[in-house]
């Protein structure tokens, strides 16, 4: 799933190729994707997109004539720009054609139709938009605001940072880096949390997600997962930890799987499945 630094570059190059473009009409191929039904898709027809912008893990394209299409590509989506002509696949769910004889196509691979679009006059009308909590690279993230969001509930920091009504455009990959950066253990409670180590998550916040932008920033084409090749613990099991040689583990959480160095996060100690202990129970 793309998360925050991909969302950034993606937002970037669409908004380099279709800034001030026309729509002269759209084509829904999988009504299902299309959560609204007011105003209706035709209501871009002749409408020039004006900016590209991210809302969490959202996409919005704002038009001329104050209609925002707000994407989540979930797991597998895609935003594809490619000529007119090209037929349509069964992955391509939606076509917005511009006026350069190109379309702009929202795609996902797989069986399972997860993306979901919405066009409304205000993003804000998007529940999950309405509910976002702070944007790690917006003005307001600040160390302050951010300690107030830790201590509005206690729970782990794992969830804390992958809610997105706490920290938008977070999600389980670089939740992991940011605990990695930050050496604390995903199970952590936030309410438990001392004051220089709620400062380093913090921080690393800020670095882990600046950084792999940064990173992004020099692909000659847009990021997706293949290129997520400097990470530190995500999706790298028993192998070493950057920092201490400590073999990298994972542990099942809720319905998501969390890479951690014992040496550097949980003073040597394995997390149990909890998961499977619950299984067992
Ligand atoms: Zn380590």
Same mark, same amino acid.
């Given at each position: 799933m793309p998360e925050l630094p991909e969302l950034e570059i993606i937002k970037s190059r669409l908004r380099l190729t279709l800034a001030g473009r026309r729509i002269l009409g759209a084509t829904l191929h999988h009504p299902a994707v299309l959560k609204t039904v007011d105003p209706p898709l035709?209501?871009?027809?002749? =409408? /020039?997109?004006? =900016?590209? =912008?991210? #809302?969490?893990?959202?996409?919005?394209?704002?038009?001329?004539?104050?209609? /925002? #299409?707000? &994407? /989540? #590509?979930?797991?597998?989506?895609?935003?594809?720009?490619?000529p007119s002509n090209q037929p349509m696949t069964r992955h391509h769910l939606l076509a917005l054609h511009l006026d350069n004889k190109t379309d702009l196509r929202v795609a996902e691979s797989g069986s399972k139709r997860r993306v979901a679009v919405h066009l409304v006059t205000n993003p804000q009308k998007v529940e999950r938009i309405a509910q976002l909590g702070l944007d790690p690279l917006g003005p307001q993230f600040t160390l302050n605001r951010f300690r107030s969001a830790l201590k509005r509930?206690?729970?782990?920091?794992?969830?804390?940072?992958?809610?997105?009504?706490? &920290?938008?455009?977070?999600?389980?990959?670089?939740?992991?880096?940011? #605990?990695?950066?930050?050496?604390?253990?995903?199970?952590?409670?936030?309410?438990?949390?001392?004051?220089?180590? =709620?400062?380093?998550?913090?921080?690393?916040?800020?670095? &882990?997600?600046?950084?792999?932008i940064i990173r992004f920033k020099s692909l000659d084409h847009l990021p997706d997962r293949r290129d997520r090749t400097f990470l530190k613990v995500h999706n790298r099991l028993e192998q070493p930890c950057p920092v201490c040689d400590t073999p990298v583990r994972r542990v099942s959480y809720k319905e998501s799987t969390t890479y951690y160095c014992p040496g550097c996060q949980t003073g040597g100690r394995i997390l149990a499945d909890r998961r499977l202990s619950r299984l067992l129970k």
């Open positions: 035709e209501a871009l027809t002749d =409408s /020039h997109i004006s =900016s590209v =912008s991210r #809302l969490g893990k959202f996409l919005s394209l704002n038009t001329d004539n104050k209609l /925002h #299409l707000c &994407v /989540h #590509l979930m797991l597998n989506g895609r935003l594809i720009t490619i509930r206690n729970r782990t920091v794992k969830r804390f940072l992958t809610d997105q009504r706490a &920290v938008g455009g977070i999600g389980n990959c670089y939740s992991d880096e940011i #605990l990695f950066e930050a050496r604390l253990s995903p199970f952590q409670k936030t309410g438990a949390l001392k004051p220089e180590e =709620s400062i380093r998550l913090f921080m690393a916040v800020k670095k &882990v997600l600046a950084d792999a």
